[in-house]
T-cell receptor
Framework: GQQLNQSPQSMFIQEGEDVSMNCTSS?????WLWYKQDPGEGPVLLIA?????ELTSNGRLTAQFGITRKDSFLNISASIPSDVGIYFC????????????FGEGTQLTVNP | GAVVSQHPSWVICKSGTSVKIECRSL??????MFWYRQFPKQSLMLMAT?????????EQGVEKDKFLINHASLTLSTLTVTSAHPEDSSFYIC?????????????FGAGSRLTVL
């Protein structure tokens, strides 16, 4: 079953606002990933994090791998309408190889 | 970047029939592929790990005789839903690991929506 707690479940914001979402786990992960899923599509990788404390940016997106290795956050700055979608965090346990555990997702709505 | 292709993107079938979904890695080889299922407004749930040249590893609660997985080559894995029923209607998504991205990063296909009437 799910081992990641992702919050918030949904967000309704105005274009131009910044967004923050996070995931926590009771387990230690060796990799954290953030994906975005558009309706009817598969998830697309946004950011991959490999080291505790790592802070990585991809354009307007910034994500951090928590120092305890049990949490991660994703920030989106200056949101635009095309940021709409579902954002998933995903973690890989130490012993799971490439198997991913997904968070419940954050549905983001951006009002123009 | 790595591309994972799924076919068909959507399929409608009658109850009791079998449906095959293909997952291909287009520009890389994948010894391991993963099959996920996603119900509306829910997250992705791992069904099984597909291993090239060997039997798939199924997650707890997933019936291996109902969801047949074949990974006959380094670029193709297939998922066959046998004797499909309406409760099998879902979005099925495969993924594969592309070593070029990093240690364990997965690239996902666009998904296949199955509707069983």
């Amino acid at each position: 079953g799910q081992q990641l707690n992702q919050s918030p479940q949904s967000m309704f914001i105005q274009e131009g606002e910044d967004v923050s979402m996070n995931c926590t786990s009771s387990s230690i992960f060796n990799t954290w990933l953030w994906y975005k899923q558009d309706p009817g599509e598969g998830p697309v990788l946004l950011i991959a994090l490999y080291k505790a404390g790592e802070l990585t940016s991809n354009g307007r997106l910034t994500a951090q791998f928590g120092i305890t290795r049990k949490d991660s956050f994703l920030n989106i700055s200056a949101s635009i309408p095309s940021d709409v979608g579902i954002y998933f965090c995903a973690g890989q346990l130490e012993t799971s190889g490439s198997r991913l555990t997904f968070g419940e997702g954050t549905q983001l709505t951006v009002n123009p | 970047g790595a591309v994972v292709s799924q076919h068909p993107s959507w399929v409608i079938c009658k109850s009791g029939t079998s449906v095959k979904i293909e997952c291909r890695s287009l520009d890389f080889q994948a010894t391991t592929m993963f099959w996920y299922r996603q119900f509306p407004k829910q997250s992705l749930m791992l069904m099984a790990t597909s291993n090239e040249g060997s039997k798939a590893t199924y997650e707890q609660g997933v019936e291996k005789d109902k969801f047949l997985i074949n990974h006959a080559s380094l670029t193709l894995s297939t998922l066959t839903v046998t004797s499909a029923h309406p409760e099998d209607s879902s979005f099925y998504i495969c993924s594969a690991r592309d070593a070029g991205w990093g240690a364990n990063v997965l690239t996902f296909g666009a998904g296949s929506r199955l509707t069983v009437l």
